[in-house]
């Protein structure tokens, strides 16, 4: 798809996302409970089992975060709550939930107190109890998520802008500016290649790029931001192939390609394009923000181009 503004961007990409399960962790060293936990939430979680604290530890050092940890709180080695606990410096956001015996209650206590169980469940537990109080958990869980995102792109937002205007106070010409706003464009919005062409008499002219980006001079989606000066983007899919002349789009293993015109008075001075290979595709926040740091950069241009 050609020339769409970034509101119509963003839909476009979250439209090709996948609303993925989320993901849970049950731990307990009694097979025939980890299997139960298991059926009982698979349908709703990608749910990963673990029979003791060292392997859920491990299990998290390969897959990443997960929404909710259901732990029993009665194992060999290593207790439930100092296994909890051990999960909350690098994995705050994720809800934890205890299954303990009724005598083991004031050992839960302090973890609770300390945020670092959200709930306890009594043994034996009723799984309709389970399945309401695991549905608010991973509700509280993407509340808490949503917040330590818009904390992070906040933060993004102020080091980017500061880096534009950085790079305006101290590059001596246009063509200096071009690879240090490139690294910051594709550092801020993880991208995997980023490259900024300065335009000159509707001709792309120098460049400054970061990370493994395709060029531009040949590429058909930033040849038409270029005569149009108008958004591109494109997004891998069964049904969006490469636009004719860009097959280097999948042999470089593109996912997302979007090309950004930066124009001041109606004069394109440059053409911003982002490429997502590995990294995860922009999320529409990312998108929005990058209007403000598309014009903040354009400013920053066009002041050199006065000097």
């Given at each position: 798809?050609?020339?769409?503004?970034?509101?119509?961007?963003?839909?476009?990409?979250?439209?090709?996302?996948?609303?993925?399960?989320?993901?849970?962790?049950?731990?307990?060293?009694?097979?025939?409970?980890?299997?139960?936990?298991?059926?009982?939430?698979?349908?709703?979680?990608?749910?990963?089992?673990?029979?003791?604290?060292?392997?859920?530890l491990?299990?998290?050092?390969?897959?990443g975060?997960?929404?909710?940890?259901?732990?029993?709180?009665?194992?060999?080695?290593m207790?439930?709550?100092?296994?909890?606990?051990?999960?909350?410096?690098?994995?705050?956001?994720?809800?934890?939930?205890?299954?303990?015996g009724?005598?083991?209650?004031?050992?839960?206590?302090d973890?609770?107190?300390?945020?670092?169980?959200?709930?306890?469940?009594?043994?034996?537990?009723?799984?309709?109890?389970?399945?309401?109080?695991?549905?608010?958990?991973?509700?509280?869980?993407?509340?808490?998520?949503?917040?330590?995102?818009?904390?992070?792109?906040?933060?993004?937002?102020?080091?980017?802008?500061?880096?534009?205007?950085?790079?305006?106070?101290?590059?001596?010409?246009?063509?200096?500016?071009?690879?240090?706003?490139?690294k910051?464009?594709?550092?801020?919005?993880?991208?995997?290649?980023?490259?900024?062409q300065?335009?000159?008499?509707?001709?792309?002219?120098?460049?400054?790029?970061?990370?493994?980006?395709?060029?531009?001079?040949?590429?058909?989606?930033?040849?038409?931001?270029?005569?149009?000066?108008?958004t591109?983007?494109?997004?891998?899919?069964?049904?969006t192939?490469?636009p004719?002349?860009?097959?280097?789009?999948?042999?470089?293993?593109?996912q997302?390609?979007?090309?950004?015109?930066l124009?001041?008075?109606?004069?394109?001075?440059?053409?911003?394009?982002?490429?997502?290979?590995?990294?995860?595709?922009?999320?529409?926040?990312?998108?929005?923000?990058?209007?403000?740091?598309?014009?903040?950069?354009?400013?920053?241009?066009?002041?050199?181009?006065?000097?």
């Amino acid at each position: 798809m050609i020339n769409p503004d970034l509101d119509d961007v963003a839909r476009q990409i979250m439209s090709m996302e996948r609303k993925k399960k989320p993901k849970m962790l049950v731990v307990d060293d009694e097979p025939d409970n980890l299997d139960l936990l298991y059926r009982t939430f698979r349908r709703d979680f990608r749910v990963f089992k673990a029979d003791s604290g060292a392997s859920a530890l491990e299990v998290l050092s390969q897959e990443g975060e997960v929404a909710v940890i259901i732990s029993d709180q009665r194992m060999p080695e290593m207790k439930g709550t100092e296994f909890l606990s051990k999960t909350v410096p690098e994995f705050p956001d994720t809800v934890r939930i205890i299954l303990t015996g009724f005598t083991d209650v004031e050992d839960l206590v302090d973890a609770i107190n300390s945020g670092q169980v959200y709930k306890y469940i009594t043994k034996p537990w009723d799984p309709n109890e389970l399945k309401v109080v695991v549905d608010r958990a991973a509700e509280t869980y993407d509340v808490l998520k949503q917040r330590t995102e818009e904390l992070i792109r906040a933060h993004e937002q102020a080091q980017l802008l500061e880096a534009i205007a950085q790079v305006a106070q101290t590059a001596e010409t246009v063509a200096h500016s071009l690879e240090p706003i490139a690294k910051a464009f594709g550092e801020s919005f993880s991208a995997d290649g980023a490259v900024l062409q300065q335009v000159e008499d509707s001709q792309f002219t120098a460049q400054g790029s970061y990370g493994m980006a395709l060029p531009l001079d040949a590429d058909p989606i930033a040849q038409t931001t270029l005569k149009e000066s108008k958004t591109g983007v494109w997004v891998n899919s069964s049904t969006t192939p490469p636009p004719e002349g860009a097959e280097a789009y999948q042999e470089a293993g593109m996912q997302v390609h979007l090309c950004l015109p930066l124009s001041f008075r109606n004069q394109l001075l440059a053409v911003l394009s982002l490429q997502w290979t590995q990294s995860p595709k922009p999320s529409e926040e990312e998108i929005k923000l990058m209007h403000l740091a598309v014009q903040q950069a354009v400013l920053a241009i066009a002041a050199m181009r006065c000097n």
